[in-house]
């Protein structure tokens, strides 16, 4: 069996050229659902690090058994298939298309997929190497022809060029001064300046390979996906669901397990938990459960509830170059009104933790939980003067606009009960995820909105909020302030790990004296729900969040 090369990310460590190209052959990305294996230990050049390998099932010393089908739900709407360009679909993109690696949130290294190894020169030049024989989807257009590393330059141009991708561009566009095939097989990058999350931003789902003929077919990846993924499209019907069936080419050896698979779209969180309980889903795929929820499911024969890690965190963001959010002491009076502790109850059920600029779990570079909750204190009686102080004796209004999805809506509902103690009155807007997305957040068409701080991989994305080209080239809030800019470029130049750690917990008590242009609220724990029938899941909880190849998925009878 095939076994993944892995290395810690050079954010931790410094690879040396020898040490780089020990990598191994590799096999799968991280992934967020998949199973993770036995590991040994091996020591090079006084670092630990793992080599898991993924084709070791979960459930003890059970033989995964090949073929079945598989359902899930999803909550999410998926504007389209395109991992280039829609920043929902890359749930689907992971099954349908390759990537060089991906990123272990758990041991912060790297996960070979594509790439059979890859090697940091020095700090400005990265190589990477593909396996050979690697095929696209035996589909039109690409009928099974092999994989080159001009697929990876052009999905590169792709990425970077796209004016409707969704993504953000900073790397390719500001900071790469050039990337090229140097062979069939053999993709090179080299960056302008020393810039140490590299390695991380490559690794996210947003950088899939993609055949440039189906592109220039079809005009965009939306619709149609041809790709070189465990699993190759059967019908994508939008809002309503997705279909997969097994890539007999797939570049791992002896995977997927499941023949097939499909994904029901249903916009009613009740709907989605209804299909699980009562077994139509083998696997509860809404928005990510609850402590209360979780402990009645504990009661159902047949359902196993795992716990881990969470990377996602909900936050506010606020247009701070127009008023009243450009006064900090409006932010502030803000910030201190949240009162965290009663989110903590209403939101998670007690189960989560007040979470600053970097969630917590994302080990090991948020600050101590005990300064964030010292911090973050409520205090109505400050918010009060501050916000009289500004000018706003009476209060103000704002108005909050927030994506209908459930747990937003409900932080908002809450939130603004907060903000009203002290005269901050809220009118809530709620708006579709697609046209939330395409024209408040990204356009900056807000004066205070909800959303998700994603689950990044590596701590310079979360910090691109207070940067002046934000996380995707542009600042959403209007957010611009040379001090913060500099935080950002001493974090992301510094290679050593633990140098770069103290920059990135400084930097974080730096922007939250800012009071915005994101105000950070809780971290829940991390939950996931399937049934006994569905294995190679169970061991991967807090897995890279990002990647789910579906691979290592298999069945048994069901019961019941």
């Known amino acids: 069996m095939e076994r993944s090369g892995k290395r810690p990310t050079f954010s931790q460590r410094r690879l040396s050229r020898r040490d780089a190209l020990k990598a191994g052959a590799g096999t799968l990305a991280a992934a967020a659902l998949a199973a993770a294996g036995c590991s040994r230990q091996t020591e090079i050049a006084g670092t630990r690090w793992a080599d898991d390998s993924f084709l070791t099932p979960t459930g003890g010393n059970d033989v995964p058994r090949y073929g079945g089908h598989l359902v899930a739900g999803t909550a999410v709407a998926f504007g389209g298939l395109d991992p280039q360009l829609s920043v929902d679909s890359y749930v689907l993109g992971e099954k349908l298309h390759g990537y060089l690696y991906s990123i272990d949130l758990r041991s912060r290294s790297i996960d070979l997929q594509m790439a059979d190894n890859y090697e940091q020169v020095d700090e400005t030049t990265y190589i990477w190497k593909l396996k050979p024989g690697i095929k696209f989807h035996d589909i039109d257009p690409t009928w099974g022809r092999e994989v080159t590393a001009e697929d990876v330059v052009y999905s590169m141009e792709r990425r970077r060029d796209e004016p409707t991708s969704q993504n953000d561009k900073q790397l390719l566009r500001d900071y790469t001064a050039s ?335 800012e009071h915005g242009p994101q105000i950070s609220t809780i971290s829940d724990t991390g939950y996931g729900a399937y049934w006994d029938w569905l294995h190679g899941i169970d061991a991967n909880v807090g897995r890279g969040t990002y990647f789910d190849l579906g691979v290592h998925y298999w069945l048994t009878e069901r019961h019941g």
């Open 179 to 513: 990337f090229s095939a140097t062979d069939d097989l053999t993709f090179k990058l080299v960056t302008a300046r020393p810039y140490s999350p590299t390695f991380d931003e490559i690794g996210n789902p947003s950088y899939a390979i993609v055949p440039r003929e189906a592109v220039e077919k079809f005009g965009n990846l939306q619709q149609q996906a041809s790709g070189c993924g465990a699993y190759v499209l059967e019908k994508f019907v939008r809002g309503e669901r997705v279909d997969f069936v097994k890539n007999p080419n797939f570049y791992m050896k002896d995977l997927p397990y499941i023949d097939s698979l499909e994904i029901h779209i249903m916009s009613d969180e009740a709907a989605i938990a209804q299909s699980f309980i009562t077994g139509r889903h083998d696997s509860y795929g809404g928005t990510a459960p609850n402590r209360m929820k979780v402990e009645q499911w504990k009661g159902i024969k047949g359902i196993n509830v795992r716990t881990g890690p969470n990377f996602w965190r909900r936050t506010f963001m606020l247009r701070v170059d127009k008023p009243p959010f450009n006064d900090p002491r409006v932010r502030q009076a803000l910030d201190i009104a949240i009162d965290r502790q009663d989110l903590i109850a209403k939101m998670a059920f007690g189960d989560a933790r007040i979470a600053g600029p970097v969630v917590p779990d994302l080990r090991p570079w948020p600050l101590p939980q005990e300064e964030l909750d010292d911090f973050y204190r409520l205090d109505r009686a400050q918010a009060k003067q501050l916000l009289s102080a500004a000018g706003y004796p009476d209060g103000l209004d704002v108005e909050l606009k927030v994506a209908s999805v459930a747990d937003l809506s409900k932080l908002a509902t809450i939130v603004m009960g907060h903000l009203a103690e002290v005269g901050i009155r809220c009118k809530l807007a709620l708006q579709e995820l697609g046209i939330h997305l395409a024209q408040t957040l990204y356009p900056g068409n807000f004066q205070m909105t909800a959303y998700y701080n994603l689950p990044y991989s590596e701590p310079d994305r979360p910090l691109c909020q207070w940067f002046s080209k934000g996380q995707a080239g542009t600042s959403f809030s209007g957010y611009n302030n040379p001090e913060a800019d500099d935080w950002i470029w001493r974090e992301r130049s510094e290679f050593d790990p633990e140098k770069r750690k103290q920059i990135i917990l400084d930097a974080q008590r730096f922007f939250m004296r």
